[in-house]
């Protein structure tokens, strides 16, 4: 499974981003998709999952109610909408997948390269 993530930018406080990872090759393995971060001299967190059929969503506690996951499987494509942007946000977003929504939402199968966020105060 290969995970090509786009959308970062630089963006002030208050605003809002859209992330979008777009999946190719045995997607059927590994459908189920998330996002994680990792901010400098930080570990990589949890920000949100989707299961296969985007009936069930989780969002890491930090982001609950300014950030929310879609996923339109037409194009093999999760999205992340962020809203309310802060300085703290600032970091690498990695768009991952895995075979079950425990393993996406721990230790995700598969990686995506990166997009960088920056929040300016």
């Known amino acids: 499974v290969q995970l090509q993530a786009s959308g970062g930018g630089l963006v002030q406080a208050g605003g809002s981003l859209r992330l979008s990872c777009a999946a190719s090759?045995?997607?059927?393995?590994?459908?189920?998709m998330g996002w994680f971060r990792q901010a400098p001299g930080k570990e990589r967190e949890f920000v949100a999952a989707?299961?296969?059929?985007?009936?069930?969503?989780y969002i890491a506690d930090s982001v609950q109610g300014r950030f929310t996951i879609s996923r339109d499987n037409a194009k093999n494509t999760v999205y992340l909408q962020m809203n309310s942007l802060k300085p703290e946000d600032t970091a690498v977003y990695y768009c991952?997948?895995?075979?079950?929504?425990?393993?996406?939402?721990?230790?995700?199968?598969?990686w995506g390269q990166g997009t960088q966020v920056t929040v300016s105060s």
């Open positions: 991952a997948a895995g075979p079950s929504i425990v393993i996406v939402t721990s230790r995700p199968a598969y």
């Open positions: 090759g045995r997607t059927f393995s590994s459908p189920h």
């Open positions: 989707i299961t296969w059929t985007g009936s069930s969503m």
